[in-house]
């Protein structure tokens, strides 16, 4: 067990119960945003800071309008399906029931 594996079940203790693997390294420039858009030219996030992008005129990013509008401009659509389809992409959004933004 690393240390890493011990972070990742502290924030995410789920993970104890299943048989998960660690795929990569930590990468500082990873942005997981960027990643599922398409776009890794650019570092996604609303925090008003030079070398972050947020589009102009999407709501912002800690709100589920904010998420979910930056996902259908790049081609997704909601669904109620939760299953695993192949041919689809898919990303999972949460949210409190308030609307924003429990963790992405």
Same mark, same amino acid.
């Given at each position: 067990? /690393? +240390?890493?594996?011990? +972070?990742? +079940?502290?924030?995410? %203790?789920?993970?104890?119960?299943?048989?998960? @693997?660690? /795929?990569?390294?930590?990468? %500082?420039?990873? &942005?997981?945003?960027?990643?599922?858009?398409?776009?890794? /030219?650019?570092?996604?996030?609303?925090? &008003?800071? @030079?070398?972050?992008?947020?589009? %102009?005129?999407?709501?912002?990013? #800690? /709100?589920? *309008?904010?998420?979910? @509008? =930056?996902?259908? *401009?790049?081609?997704? +659509?909601?669904? #109620? &399906?939760?299953?695993?389809?192949?041919?689809?992409?898919? =990303?999972? =959004?949460?949210?409190?029931? #308030?609307?924003? @933004?429990?963790?992405?």
């Amino acid at each position: 067990m /690393t +240390e890493r594996d011990l +972070e990742l +079940e502290d924030v995410f %203790p789920c993970l104890k119960k299943s048989s998960y @693997k660690i /795929t990569s390294p930590i990468d %500082p420039r990873y &942005n997981c945003v960027a990643f599922a858009v398409g776009d890794l /030219t650019q570092f996604w996030d609303d925090v &008003n800071v @030079k070398g972050y992008y947020w589009p %102009p005129g999407v709501p912002r990013a #800690d /709100t589920l *309008i904010g998420w979910t @509008k =930056i996902f259908e *401009i790049h081609g997704y +659509e909601e669904t #109620d &399906n939760r299953g695993l389809e192949p041919e689809y992409e898919k =990303i999972a =959004i949460y949210a409190r029931s #308030d609307g924003w @933004k429990a963790s992405a």
